[in-house]
């Protein structure tokens, strides 16, 4: 299948792996970008720049495809070495980046420069805007249903897809609640050019996590996730677990007097606990409402090869079928 964003990153399938802590090692990368699809190396999960590099070069060992790498620029006392993530990104030679959170405009002259496109994510139609104004080469539309961070405006993608596609020029990806062929149909008709996936790449064989992690999204459906840290306007789509009940608890206690030093038990060091140990009531971390739509944990190249031939298969079969019934 050919669209602007295959074209643009030089890839064979439309489907991205979005950014994920503690669970975009270069393992996940190379698996998706050998499946034809693009990986991404989560930029923070690294702890110094000089990780950064040694993961990319890692990464460029298991796979001679495109893949990129992930910068979450998150408000912070003490930010992250942005510089010299950057550095590490360029030096190492990737050629795609997804930035995610403030608005990157800063460091997009230096990535701009170096031949790298710049994948913007943005969960409302006016930070798309925003960020094809500042020169971003395309953007990732997330949705309410998405997992991770969905904004405060709370628009499901039926609704924002649309709406990207009726105010953008550059090219989007569909992300959040996408799973299968019909997700990857849905979107193009919607007037994406491809989609992205978080929670489904965890569940698969090569993600580098506990297995609980991947038996726990398997086993969750449509209705375990919530939303947390909504008065800090943070908010967030996490599975629910007994540290997140805990995080509820207090939420509802404290009102809009929460702080975060408050919650920091069910929030800080958490994902290492969830990812690395299979601790599933650590407390918070990121899933997607799509976890209801997942069912088996395949290799990547067998996800992606499904989901092309079920595309191809809707669109052929039933879509035309219907028009020329
Ligand atoms: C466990 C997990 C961790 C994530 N961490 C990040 C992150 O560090 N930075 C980021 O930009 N997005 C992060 N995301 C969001 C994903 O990149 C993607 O936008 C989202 O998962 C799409 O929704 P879906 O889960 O319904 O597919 C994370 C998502 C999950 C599930």
Redesign the pocket.
Known sequence: MKTRITEMLGIEHPIMQ???????FAEMAAAVSNAGGVG?I?G??QRTPDDLAREISHCRDMTDKPFGV?L?FLPSVTPPDYPGYVKAIIEGGVKIV?T??NNPVKWLPALKENGIKVIH?CTSVRHALKAEAIGCDAV?V?GF?????PGEDDVPNFILLPRAAEELKIPFLA?????DGRSLVAALAMGADGM?????F?ATKEAPVHENVKQAIVNASELDTRLVMRSLRNTERVLTNAGVERLIEKEKALGSALKFEDIIAEVAGV?PRI?KDGDMDAGA??????AGLIHDIPTCKDLIDGIMRDAEQIIRGRLVGMLDA
Do not use: Q
């Not at 979005?18 to 975009?24: L, T, Y």
């Open positions: 979005g950014g994920m802590h503690f669970v975009g991404i989560t923070l999960t992930n979450t997804e995610a959170g994510k990732s997330d249903e998405c997992g991770g961070h992300s959040g609640g996408m799973a992205n996936m978080g929670t489904r965890i994902y990812m971390w990121s899933c997607g409402m799509v």
